[in-house]
């Protein structure tokens, strides 16, 4: 391994880290808290939009200044998904998502931080995504990924 | 019942967001765990290595956080609802090639139309969904 690729997976790490820590002081660990959002009819708890408008506006001006150096520093280009079509897979998936979603609590990311806490539902949830996903993948031909 | 947090929410979404500038800055990719784990399923090798970093790196910071402060965990929620979920999202996520991470933060940083219908219509979609598993059909708190 090379030592730039050593640098990158060390900030893989990193960066996962500071996912799971920022999750986590969310508390969008916590499925109630994003049903709570979710669910218009209950006791709403705005948090989760905070939550996503922080991450957005701080990463549109990060993404903004860092595509403007050219290129990363640990590698030679962005690993931009090329997919640009607004097509039929992504909106059925982003709706099976949804339903998915609005019935635990749990999008991919708090799913898999939820191991981090010891949680027992992601002893369920957690196998029944990869298994999902493993599904889709297998049945649908590889289809061209996102990204690479 | 949960309170609205405003300050933890928006501190840990300058995190999040801190992460995706951080992961694009140095390695120029994208912080979606969606991609991560299909990324991994569909050619586990050396060079897929770094998402298996970023998804231990996800549990670890959580663990970290977890030694100083607690998490409340839901009770008695139906194991089948937990399961039916989870494949409906992986599933899903797999087929639209994003989640929250990666359509919600990261593809609506870099103004893609294709994350931002994504994003409308997973959201959209799940308040539909949380509305009538809890007054619909009655089946969690």
Same mark, same amino acid.
């Given at each position: ?148 | ?11 840990? /979404? *300058? %995190?999040?967001?801190? &992460? @995706?500038?951080? $992961?694009?800055? +140095? ?7 969606? #991609?991560?784990?299909? /990324? *991994? %399923?569909?050619?586990? &090798? @050396?060079?897929? $290595?770094?998402? +298996? ?7 670890? #910071?959580?663990?970290?956080?977890? %030694? ?74």
């Amino acid at each position: 391994m090379s030592g730039k690729a050593t640098l990158r997976n060390l900030a893989a790490l990193v960066s996962g880290l500071v996912f799971g820590l920022g999750l986590s002081l969310a508390q969008m660990t916590n499925p109630d808290k994003v049903l709570n959002f979710l669910d218009l009819a209950g006791h709403w708890d705005p948090s989760l939009l905070l939550v996503l408008g922080g991450a957005v506006v701080l990463s549109t001006l990060g993404y903004f200044l860092t595509f403007k150096r050219g290129a990363p520093l640990w590698d030679s280009l962005f690993h931009m998904p090329q997919a640009l079509a607004i097509d039929k897979p992504l909106l059925i998936g982003s709706a099976l998502f949804g339903i998915g979603w609005g019935i635990s609590g749990y999008c991919p990311g708090p799913a898999i931080a939820s191991i981090g806490l010891g949680n027992p539902e992601a002893l369920w949830v957690v196998p029944s995504i990869i298994a999902g996903a493993a599904l889709q993948r297998w049945s649908h031909d590889r289809q061209t990924a996102d990204i690479d | 019942m949960t309170e609205f947090t405003p300050l933890h929410a928006l501190t840990g /979404g *300058l %995190l999040i967001g801190s &992460s @995706a500038v951080l $992961l694009l800055w +140095l390695n120029g990719r994208i912080a979606g765990v969606t #991609g991560m784990l299909t /990324g *991994l %399923l569909v050619k586990p &090798s @050396a060079t897929q $290595l770094w998402r +298996l970093l970023f998804l231990l790196g996800l549990i670890g #910071g959580t663990a970290l956080y977890g %030694l100083f402060a607690t998490t409340p965990l839901r009770q008695g929620f139906p194991i089948w609802l937990l399961i039916a979920a989870g494949l409906l999202t992986g599933y899903g996520t797999a087929q639209a090639n994003g989640c929250t991470s990666g359509h919600g933060v990261c593809g609506l940083a870099r103004i893609s139309l294709r994350s931002l219908v994504a994003t409308a219509t997973f959201l959209g979609v799940a308040i539909l969904s949380a509305y009538v598993v809890r007054h619909v059909l009655g089946l969690s708190t």
